[in-house]
């Protein structure tokens, strides 16, 4: 089984809708990302998160929002989407003192 | 903020043939990751590095640390059709909790 898991895998949606996508892991990592991948610009930080409850921003924050409310778990809102949001979107986690990131195989969101 | 520039952007190359790319930073980083990405997948960690001057292998993969501690080198000895794909790399600085990403290198195999 996967460590780090994403659901859903493809979404298509209309402007100004509610998306919310889910990230689960069984690594046990206290460490969570989610980055957001466009061709040619690699990945940007959306989010992050150390611990539960525990949020900070990334570089692109902006249109986002984000919820920890359990060690295994980090998801990540689009409020009112809009279609400059349509991306790849990865999560990953980290243990803490560590400094490798293991990826979740992405979402693929669609903004119509 | 940290800028990565990676290069090449891609590369068309024959299967046998041996493949060098490079990140380079505007500043020092004290970790550097190499990272693999099939189509439709997440990044997949290749090889770590953590020290300046470190050189790494995973199996035909090698990569280095720079010795100024702002660049690191991925080759890859006799390229084979699984390895196609976009090459990423990543790096940190201490004290910082966040990955710098590279803009990746697209790997072609032509027939």
């Known amino acids: 089984d996967a460590d780090v898991t994403q659901t859903p895998r493809n979404r298509i949606t209309k402007t100004g809708k509610r998306i919310m996508l889910e990230c689960s892991q069984t690594?046990?990592?206290?460490?969570m990302y989610w980055y957001r991948q466009d061709p040619g610009l690699g990945l940007r930080l959306i989010y992050y998160?150390?611990?539960?409850?525990?949020?900070n921003k990334g570089e692109i924050s902006d249109g986002y929002s984000v919820s920890r409310q359990a060690q295994a778990k980090f998801s990540l809102s689009l409020e009112s989407a809009i279609p400059n949001q349509t991306a790849l979107y990865f999560c990953?986690?980290?243990?803490?003192?560590?400094?490798?990131?293991?990826f979740g195989p992405g979402t693929r969101l669609t903004v119509l | 903020g940290q800028q990565l520039n990676q290069s090449p952007q891609s590369m068309f190359i024959q299967e046998g043939e041996d493949v060098s790319m490079n990140c380079t930073s505007s500043?020092?980083?004290?970790?550097w990751l190499w990272y693999k990405q099939d189509p439709g997948e997440g990044p997949v960690l290749l090889i770590a590095?953590?020290?300046?001057?470190e050189l790494t292998s995973n199996g035909r993969l090698t990569a280095q640390f720079g010795i100024t501690r702002k660049d690191s080198f991925l080759n890859i000895s006799a390229s084979i059709p699984s390895d196609v794909g976009i090459y990423f790399c990543?790096?940190?600085?201490?004290?910082?909790?966040?990955?710098?990403f590279g803009t990746g290198t697209r790997l072609t195999i032509i027939p």
């Open positions: 990953a986690t980290r243990l803490a003192g560590d400094n490798e990131q293991f």
């Open positions: 690594k046990g990592h206290d460490r």
């Open positions: 998160s150390f611990d539960v409850k525990d949020i």
């Open positions: 500043s020092i980083f004290n970790t």
């Open positions: 590095l953590y020290k300046a001057g």
């Open positions: 990543a790096g940190s600085s201490f004290g910082n909790e966040k990955l710098t």
